[in-house]
């Protein structure tokens, strides 16, 4: 084994990466199936990069906790410490981390996205030659899902039915602004902002023009909830007209066909309302590209979608921030198949690809796709995509690692 001297990642001039050839990246391996999937990702990213790059590059892997594991460890489930190490490492990869239903801790996933401020969290959707899909034409969907990651009603104030709080909040709403709420009643509040939303689509419009993508559009549930999802619809149509006015043109302007927009190399901003997306989604899957929504509707939205190329182990995930980025899968920790290398741990492995081609490693990031293409045009799948394949061979999860590693290059 080589001398390797390691190396932190930082952020030069105008947010552009400098990566050095051995940069620590923080993990946390998760809760549940994490384990299993964590040790899977792992394996094929290290022989993917030595695969393409020999001795001259290499990940070195530094784990730090969060989840059941630091809550037994040091009683906490999202330990400064572990904040602190990813703030410092500017890019970071997690595995899935368990939150309980209707009790206990607020959820460590949203914690760590809010403290660490990754305000867009991406999921591409895409479909891979082979896998077992409900769609007929799978291959249509080609989707980047930006949700709003740090707001809407994932910002986490509420109170339970007949708490002082909740009673204390009815009671002002009478008595302040003559507002009914029925006694008792559970009370959750909803904030979103211009500069949060504003810097999503921000975000998502600027990932649209360098990509190539046709479009943009803003999901919303604005006919109802008309001074915050309907707020997000026109700061979207403000900072695009503000930040891209050049480079975008709007559906709603008319005049110009789709086709001849696109001809145009401009990119066409629309907006939908969130329940019609869904059918659209489902019945025109290719007139739509780069998606910004908030953040309960992108979390229904990308799980949705992933559903339509293969299922929740193919779908990759990121939340990114303008000072550091955390690569994680889209789905949870799975508790049934916890410990059982079962899982598929496509959806991990394609979130270590999102996190090769952020740090501009792209000809591993490609490797690694590829090498999952052969293996599911093989059959070699796991049990998820198993279950629809009749002709496949099902592997457990560090079977596919294996299989993936082995069509590397
Ligand atoms: P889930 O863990 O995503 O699992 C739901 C189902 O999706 C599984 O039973 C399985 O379906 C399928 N699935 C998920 N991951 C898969 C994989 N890698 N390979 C194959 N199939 C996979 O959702 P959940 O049961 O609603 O949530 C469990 C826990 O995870 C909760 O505590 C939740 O809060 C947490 N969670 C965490 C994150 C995160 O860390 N970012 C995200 C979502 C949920 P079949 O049973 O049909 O095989």
Redesign the pocket.
């Known amino acids: 084994m080589p001398n390797i001297d390691t190396q932190r990642i930082t952020i030069g001039p105008e947010g552009i990466l400098r990566v050095p050839d051995n940069p620590i990246v923080p993990f946390i391996e998760?809760?549940?199936?994490?384990p299993?999937?964590w040790a899977g990702a792992r394996r094929v990213l290290d022989a993917a990069v030595a695969s393409v790059y020999g001795d001259q590059r290499r990940i070195k892997w530094l784990e730090v906790m969060a989840?059941e594991r630091a809550y037994r460890e040091t009683n906490e489930s999202l330990p400064e410490e572990t904040l602190q190490t990813i703030k410092d490492h500017v890019v970071a990869i997690?595995?899935?981390?368990?939150?309980?239903?209707g009790k206990g801790i607020r959820?460590?996933?949203v914690s760590l996205r809010q403290r660490l401020d990754l305000y867009a969290c991406v999921r591409p959707i895409r479909y891979i030659k082979g896998v077992s899909s409900p769609m007929r034409h799978p291959e249509r969907v080609n989707m980047v899902v930006f949700r709003e990651n740090t707001e809407d009603v994932y910002a986490g104030i509420e109170w339970e039915a007949g708490s002082r709080e909740a009673e204390a909040v009815i009671a002002f709403l009478k008595e302040s602004i003559g507002v009914d709420v029925a006694k008792e009643s559970a009370i959750g509040i909803k904030p979103m902002s211009r500069k949060a939303s504003r810097r999503l689509v921000a975000r998502a419009i600027q990932y649209a023009l360098d990509h190539g993508f046709p479009s943009v559009t803003l999901v919303h549930k604005g006919n109802i909830m008309k001074y915050t999802e309907g707020a997000f619809m026109s700061w979207g149509y403000e900072v695009a007209r503000e930040m891209f006015g050049d480079h975008v043109v709007f559906e709603s302007d008319g005049g110009l066909e789709p086709e001849e927009k696109v001809s145009s190399g401009k990119v066409v901003i629309k907006d939908r309302i969130a329940d019609m997306m869904f059918q659209q989604v489902l019945l025109r899957p290719e007139a739509y590209h780069v998606i910004a929504t908030p953040n309960l509707n992108g979390d229904y939205l990308s799980?949705a979608l992933a559903a339509q190329v293969g299922?929740?182990?193919?779908a990759p995930?990121a939340n990114i921030g303008d000072s550091c980025a955390v690569f994680?899968?889209?789905?949870?920790?799975?508790?049934?198949?916890a410990g059982k290398n079962?899982?598929?741990?496509?959806?991990?492995i394609l979130s270590g690809v999102m996190m090769l081609q952020h740090m501009g490693w792209t000809e591993a990031a490609s490797a690694i796709e590829q090498a999952i293409q052969k293996s599911i045009s093989h059959g070699l799948v796991?049990?998820?995509?198993a279950?629809q394949m009749p002709d496949s061979q099902e592997l457990k999860?560090s079977e596919f690692a294996q299989a993936v590693i082995e069509r590397l290059g």
């Open positions: 998760g809760d549940g199936i994490g299993d999937v989840g997690k595995g899935p981390l368990t939150t309980p239903v959820s460590v996933n799980d299922g929740l182990g193919m995930g994680e899968a889209t789905h949870g920790t799975a508790p049934k198949y079962k899982a598929n741990p496509s959806s991990l796991t049990y998820d995509l279950r999860c």
